[in-house]
C-alpha cells in the first residue's frame, strides 16, 4: 500500500539529532552513538510508525535501539511516537533510513547487537521475489554477522506461507528455535510483546500472529545456497 507523502516529516527528521541521515557514516561505531555504549543493543528491522518500537524504548531504558525503516514519511510518525513515550531527547534510541537489504554496509561484527526484531515484513509471495523476504538466507547471513552466538532474533508475521519458509530459512542459516506459536494471542512468549498499528488490526479481524525467537548457533554455514534457491524458485508442477 502507497504511502501518501507527508511533507512536515522530512523537516522534522532533519531537525532532530537522534535521526541519523548518513547511517553509513556510524558503521562499526554504533554503540558510541548512544548516551550509553555499554548498553544492550537492539536492532529493529522495518519499524514502520513505530508503535510498537516506542513502547520498546520506553519500557527498556537501559537498553539502546537502533530502528531502521526505508521510508521517511513512516518514519516521521516513529520520531513522533518515540518522542511522545520517551521525551524529545531519549538517550537510548536512534532512527535511521536505509535499505535493510544493505545492512551489511550499515553495520558491521564491531556493532554487536544483541537482539534483532522483524515485525510484519512484506512476505513477498511470489516465488520470484522470494529472495527479498527479510527472513531469507541471504538477509540471515547479514544478521548473522551482527550477533554473538546466542544473541537472538525475534520475528512475527500474520502471513502463514512466509512463517513456514522461515521455519527453514532459519535452520539453514544456523539459528535454533527457543520458542514458537501459531497464534501469540493464546500463547505466552518469554518477552514482552510489543504491539504495533499492524498487529491491532489482524487481531482485530480474526488472524493469528505467528511468531518465534530463534538464537544464532556456533554452526559453521558454508553461504552457498545456489542449489536451494534454484529449488525453491522453481515453478511448482
Known amino acids: 500500500m502507497h504511502m501518501r507523502k507527508k511533507k512536515w516529516a522530512r523537516p522534522e527528521l532533519a531537525a532532530c539529532p537522534w535521526v541519523i541521515d548518513v547511517p553509513e557514516k556510524l558503521r562499526g561505531h554504533w554503540r558510541q552513538a548512544f548516551a550509553n555504549p555499554e548498553a544492550p543493543f ?17 519500557d527498556n531504558p537501559g537498553v539502546n535501539v537502533l530502528a531502521i525503516d526505508i521510508s521517511p514519511d513512516v518514519l516521521g510518525d516513529a520520531r513522533r511516537n518515540i518522542a511522545a513515550l520517551c521525551g524529545e531527547n531519549p538517550g537510548n534510541a536512534l532512527l535511521a533510513r536505509a535499505n535493510i537489504e544493505q545492512l551489511s554496509g550499515i553495520l558491521s561484527s564491531e556493532d554487536e547487537v544483541n537482539r534483532i526484531y522483524i515485525r510484519f515484513c512484506n512476505p513477498w509471495p511470489r516465488r520470484g521475489h522470494k529472495k527479498r523476504r527479510l527472513t531469507h538466507p541471504r538477509q540471515l547471513m547479514q544478521y548473522r554477522a551482527l550477533l554473538p552466538v546466542g544473541g537472538e532474533l525475534c520475528f512475527k508475521t500474520d502471513d502463514e506461507g512466509l512463517f513456514r519458509d522461515s521455519l527453514t530459512y532459519f535452520e539453514i542459516s544456523g539459528f535454533e528455535p527457543v520458542w514458537l506459536t501459531e497464534d501469540l494471542h493464546t500463547d505466552h512468549p518469554p518477552i514482552p510483546n510489543y504491539i504495533s498499528e499492524h498487529e491491532r488490526r489482524f487481531v482485530a479481524a480474526g488472524i493469528p500472529i505467528r511468531a518465534g525467537i530463534w538464537r544464532k548457533t556456533s554452526a559453521i554455514i558454508t553461504k552457498d545456497f545456489t542449489r536451494w534457491e534454484l529449488d525453491e524458485d522453481r515453478p511448482k508442477s
Open 42 to 58: 537492539w536492532l529493529e528491522l522495518g519499524c514502520g510508525k513505530g508503535v510498537a518500537t516506542a513502547a520498546m524504548i520506553a
